[in-house]
């Protein structure tokens, strides 16, 4: 298995700024990912980030506005940039490992 | 586009009984079915899978079936305990060849409430 541990827990921010989570994991894995769920719904894929080589993204999900970084085998980074209320999500990362997705606690964000 | 649903938000069940939580998925491509398990303020935990090749899969107290010709697949949880009130998230997948991994598609979630 793999622990996942993401900074930070939760923020409020204001509109028009951006914020960076970040997502560490106890071993090396080859593929991260990065979800949303809004409120209600359910998670839904924003990119894949693999090691070494430039993230895909999901359809509706832009690079400009969801940079993702990924340095090495066990940290990843998504910024949500210029950001809006629409925003307001739970953030989560996940790694792959064994055929086997683990998630992240999640970083809860709110856009006033 | 919801290829995964799960059409009960909510679902609330007596200790020591069956709770049974439905998922219907649209497209045939789907070759893997999962369940997670989410706690509030915790990421979502595996729970059980399936394979497509399978029409069942067990794991103590935890069954999951799959009827590919309705597109559905449920899991059963039996007994039933408190314990098990969580959310419940119904994923599907299929291997992107390409890439190598697995990309879920998940449903909205079931909100199990299991009472005393």
């Known amino acids: 298995s793999a622990v996942i541990s993401q900074k930070p827990s939760r923020d409020i921010c204001q509109r028009g700024t951006s914020l960076t989570i970040q997502c560490q994991v106890d071993s090396q894995v080859t593929m991260m990912f990065w979800y949303r769920q809004q409120p209600g719904q359910s998670l839904t894929l924003i990119a894949t980030?693999?090691?070494?080589?430039?993230?895909?993204?999901e359809s509706g999900f832009v690079i400009d506005k969801f940079p993702i970084s990924r340095p090495n085998l066990t940290f990843s980074t998504l910024t949500v940039s210029n950001m809006s209320p629409e925003d307001s999500s739970i953030y989560l990362c996940?790694?792959?490992?064994?055929?086997?997705?683990?998630f992240g606690p999640g970083t809860r964000l709110t856009v006033l | 586009d919801q290829q995964v649903k799960q059409n009960s938000p909510s679902l609330s069940v007596q200790e020591g009984r069956i709770s049974i939580l439905n998922c219907d998925y649209t497209?045939?491509?789907?070759?893997?079915f999962l369940w997670y398990k989410k706690y509030p303020a915790e990421g979502p935990t595996f729970l059980i899978s399936i394979s497509s090749i399978k029409d069942k899969n067990e794991d103590g107290r935890f069954t999951v079936f799959l009827n590919k010709s309705a597109k559905h697949l449920s899991l059963h949880i039996v007994p039933s305990q408190p314990g098990d009130s969580a959310v419940y998230f119904c994923?599907?997948?299929?291997?992107?060849?390409?890439?190598?991994?697995?990309?879920?598609?998940f449903g909205a979630g079931t909100r199990l409430a299991v009472h005393p």
């Open positions: 994923a599907a997948s299929f291997t992107m060849f390409s890439g190598g991994y697995n990309k879920l598609i």
């Open positions: 980030a693999n090691q070494g080589s430039e993230a895909t993204y």
């Open positions: 497209n045939s491509m789907f070759d893997y």
């Open positions: 996940s790694a792959e490992t064994r055929n086997e997705q683990f």
